[in-house]
């Protein structure tokens, strides 16, 4: 059951838990962790690469004549067994992407949400008159002392897009020199961001739009049968 804090960490309540972030996620751990690997993988970059001997500079004419030498014949400077010359079957930049449907990664999403809400790690941040101008203001609020950021929890701050001039460019500003606190909008979470936190900590709107987003995976209630 989530908790409502104010700008200064007071708990004002505790918000129910949405019906959709309350399903079993015993059989989405397979699907986190494609989820999971997808995102890493599409952040790898392929920069390995050598020239093939058309690529490599210079090599247009036949070092000497193909009889009479007694030299092996060769056609170019550039061959793969020249020193200089083209790389044989040599690296080439490549892509790590990994694609999957958007119906499994929503699904992941959904598991990873439903891990946090349902291990208490979840906190929702009244944003009515929220003022940070300092990061020690930041670091009193997510950990109740400037003195605990080094150490304390991992926490990921999350803010509703409508309010990314507002709240969110505060929290990004502040939230800069903080190594275990970060700051990213609703709309860019992902099943790394989720369970790679120990918090999560959604603006009051930010939690509106995400309950609502999955207010369609809340479990289905058995239809009654008639009356005799």
């Known amino acids: 059951m989530p908790t409502v804090i104010d700008r200064s960490g007071k708990n004002l309540r505790d918000e129910a838990t949405p019906a959709a972030f309350n399903t079993p996620v015993e059989g989405k751990r397979n699907a986190m962790f494609r989820a999971v690997f997808r995102e890493l993988s599409n952040r790898r970059a392929g920069t390995a690469s050598t020239l093939r001997r058309d690529e490599v500079r210079g090599g247009g004419r036949k070092p000497w004549r193909q009889k ?11 061959s793969p067994q020249w020193t200089h010359g083209g790389v044989v079957f040599g690296p080439k930049p490549k892509s790590f992407a990994v694609s999957l449907n958007k119906k499994e990664r929503r699904a992941a999403l959904h598991a990873a949400l439903c891990d946090r809400f349902q291990s208490d790690c979840v906190t929702v941040l009244a944003t009515d008159g929220l003022t940070l101008t300092k990061t020690s203001e930041l670091a009193t609020l997510v950990f109740g002392s400037p003195r605990v950021a080094v150490s304390g929890d991992r926490t990921l701050l999350v803010y509703a897009p409508a ?21 990213t ?41 008639n009356a005799a």
């Open 163 to 183: 309010e990314a001039d507002t709240v969110g460019v505060p929290l990004e500003r502040t939230a800069r020199n903080l190594k275990r606190v970060a700051v």
């Open 185 to 225: 909008h609703l709309g860019s979470l992902d099943v790394k961001d989720v369970l790679g936190y120990s918090r999560l900590w959604f603006t009051t709107a930010a939690f509106e739009s995400l309950s609502a987003a999955f207010a369609d995976m809340a479990p289905k209630q058995p239809a009654k049968g």
């Open 68 to 78: 009479g030498t007694g030299r092996a014949r060769q056609g170019s400077i550039r």
